[in-house]
């Protein structure tokens, strides 16, 4: 199985300009999330959603967008970029948020705001 | 509100000697507790976990308690190796208005040399 897929893994934007950080899974799990990792700072919950058509906003949402329109797929856009969304960006998901179930991480998606 | 804090890295150990991690938590309900590493260039994966109190997680070696009268999550392996080189995260999820929500401790790199 591919488990959790993260597309791009490196990615350099000028301020201002929007993108779009692709995840998916192949493991039916109803729960995705997005993470930032930042130096100092662990792991911070960006949005995360418990299924589809269902979002909602963690500890970092601002400057982010998220939707899910299939239980696969949970995308992370930025709409216009800045410096301080320089981070590398992790994708997550779970089987179900009933639970105490471990979270499957995909690769990360480094991205450089100048 | 809920919180991991866990020892500042990096962490340098010849191989063979013993490792401490230190990893101690705040919540207001019953959380489960993991150990999360993350090799260099790849996705957080899940280490060990215990899910109450005087449960002990083991896996790879490593093993840490679950203990409720100090609120810690010790991590600790008897004979470190060369691969165990990454960074380990604390972390504990807590039902909180009928999701759970994940909270990472900021990391700590371990360096094993050879």
């Given amino acids: ?114 | 509100g809920n919180s991991v804090t866990q020892m500042e890295g990096p962490v340098t150990l010849s191989e063979e000697a013993f490792l401490t991690i230190n990893c101690t938590y705040t919540a207001t309900g019953y959380p489960s507790l993991f150990w999360y590493v993350q090799y260099p260039g790849e996705g957080l994966q899940l280490l060990l976990k215990a899910t109450k109190a005087d449960d002990k997680g083991s896996n790879k070696g490593f093993e840490a308690t679950y203990r409720k009268e100090t609120t810690s999550f010790h991590l600790e392996k008897g004979s470190v190796q060369v691969s165990d080189s990454a960074v380990y995260f604390c972390a504990l999820s807590d039902k909180a208005s009928g999701t759970y929500k994940y909270i990472f401790g900021t990391g700590t790199r371990l360096k094993v040399l050879a």
Wanted: glycine share 10%; with cysteine.
């Fill in chain 1, 1 to 114: 199985n591919a488990g959790v897929t993260q597309t791009p893994k490196f990615q350099v934007l000028k301020t201002g300009q929007s993108m779009t950080l692709q995840c998916a899974q192949d493991m039916n799990h109803e729960y995705m999330s997005w993470y930032r990792q930042d130096p100092g700072m662990g792991l911070r919950l960006i949005h995360y959603s418990v299924g589809a058509g269902i979002t909602d906003q963690g500890e970092v949402p601002n400057g982010y967008n998220v939707s899910r329109s299939t239980t696969e797929d949970f995308p992370l856009r930025l709409l216009s970029a800045a410096p301080s969304q320089t981070s590398v960006y992790f994708c997550a998901s779970s089987y179900s948020q009933r639970n105490t179930g471990e979270l499957f991480f995909g690769e990360g998606s480094r991205l450089t705001v100048l």
